[in-house]
């Protein structure tokens, strides 16, 4: 019985021990196999990034985006491991990708340097157009100078008749004094003038200078009393209550501000003119003073061709109003009558005005060369013969 007893006890050891044995026998892996392995494993993915870093690196193997052709990796594994390696070799890759892409920015560039040589050869051809303009400059001034037969005219037919008689054109402008800059626009006309400077003014004896310099001629523009005696004349005036010696010491003052000059006209004056006691001692003053005087014929009832005649002085008149009315046309329409008078008598006297600054000269240089194709001459008062 303890026999048994004691091989019951027994029994269960045993089974305890096949358990253990059963445990003990399943292999168990070293240490260092594990390091071998990890190691192999490690030398593995180093080996495949160097490759695919080798492929990408390839002409063949990248194309221009830095990704991998079909010339790349074959195998699913070298994929996944090209995959896996991707963001490493992104970086340099982009970067490359990024200098070809700006390569091509640089091939761009000398086609925008010859845009911009093209634009500077066109720049540098500007100057030829800039030499052609002083060519027409000449040739409108050989047009200007030359005679009638050879010269072209300028601007649209006016349609003056032919020159007869050596028909003279005589301008004279008053108001003179008043704007030195309204002055100069006649001063600097292509023919010879004639400028009557009010006196006692501010800008009398500065514009009156200025008339000489330019060799054009100068007259006084002698105030006088108007029939409307509302209106001023303005100062050095001759006036209805001025005796004789009041009269020749006003123009002796006037024409010592502004002379010398070669003669004088009435400014206003329409009373004056018409009185034949006054206009005899201003006619006697003028051919004392071996001067001219000009009637501006301000009035139609003027007495000064009557006193001339009794007395046997000589005296100019005015023939036009070229600005009584401030239009080109007007201007046109006046200037062609004055055109009928000098082919009838030989010459005839225009009058403009300074103020007239605005349009009068414009017009005048329009139809300067037309005037000369047809022959006519232009000259100042003094050269033209004086009446009787």
């Known amino acids: 019985m303890c026999r048994m007893a004691q091989k019951r006890k027994v029994t269960p050891k045993k089974s305890k021990l096949r358990k253990s ?7 168990q892996i070293p240490l260092y196999k594990l390091l071998v392995y990890c190691a192999l494993a490690i030398s593995f993915l180093i080996l495949l990034y160097l490759l695919s870093d080798i492929i990408a690196k390839s002409p063949a193997g990248v194309n221009n985006g830095g990704q991998v052709t079909s010339e790349g990796p074959s195998t699913a594994g070298e994929k996944a491991s090209a995959r ?24 761009k560039k000398p086609a925008a340097t010859e845009k911009k040589t093209s634009a500077s050869e066109k720049v540098t051809q500007a100057p030829e157009k800039t030499i052609k303009a002083p060519e027409n400059n000449s040739s409108a001034q050989e047009k200007k100078s030359s005679s009638a037969g050879q010269t072209q005219p300028l601007i649209p037919d006016f349609n ?6 050596t028909a003279k054109l005589v301008f004279v402008f008053d108001d003179g004094g008043q704007n030195l800059d309204h002055l100069e626009k006649f001063l600097v006309l292509p023919f010879p003038v004639t400028v009557a400077v009010l006196p006692q003014i501010a800008k009398s004896v500065e514009s009156a200078k200025r008339v000489r310099q330019s060799g054009n ?15 001023n004349p303005g100062p050095g005036a001759i006036l209805p209550s001025m005796s004789e010696e009041e009269i020749i010491s006003q123009l002796f003052t006037n024409i010592s501000q502004i002379g010398p000059v070669a003669g004088f006209n009435n400014h206003e004056g ?43 002085y000589g005296y100019y008149e005015r023939n036009i109003f070229l600005d009584n009315i401030k239009t080109e046309q007007n201007a046109l329409n006046e200037l062609k009558k004055g055109l009928t008078i000098a082919n009838s008598k030989g010459y005839v006297i225009m009058i403009g005005h300074i103020w007239s600054a605005d349009f009068l000269p414009d017009f005048l240089q329009k139809v300067y060369p037309e005037l000369v194709k047809k022959g006519y001459k232009f000259t100042t008062v003094s050269q033209c013969a004086i009446k009787y």
Request: charged fraction near 25%; glycine fraction near 2%.
């Open 21 to 27: 044995s059963r445990k003990s026998s399943k292999k």
């Open 84 to 107: 896996e390696n991707k963001p490493a070799v992104a970086a340099p890759e982009n970067k490359k990708a990024a200098a070809e892409k700006k390569s091509p920015a640089a091939e």
């Open 160 to 165: 003056f008749p032919q020159a007869q008689n």
């Open 217 to 231: 001629e100068l007259m006084l523009h002698q105030p006088m009393q108007s029939v409307d005696l509302k209106i």
């Open 270 to 312: 329409s009373a004056i003119t018409a009185d034949a006691e006054k206009m005899a001692v201003v006619l006697r003053f003028a051919s004392e003073e071996g001067i001219y005087f000009l009637d501006s014929r301000t009035n139609v009832e003027t007495k000064v061709p009557y006193v001339a005649s009794q007395m046997g």
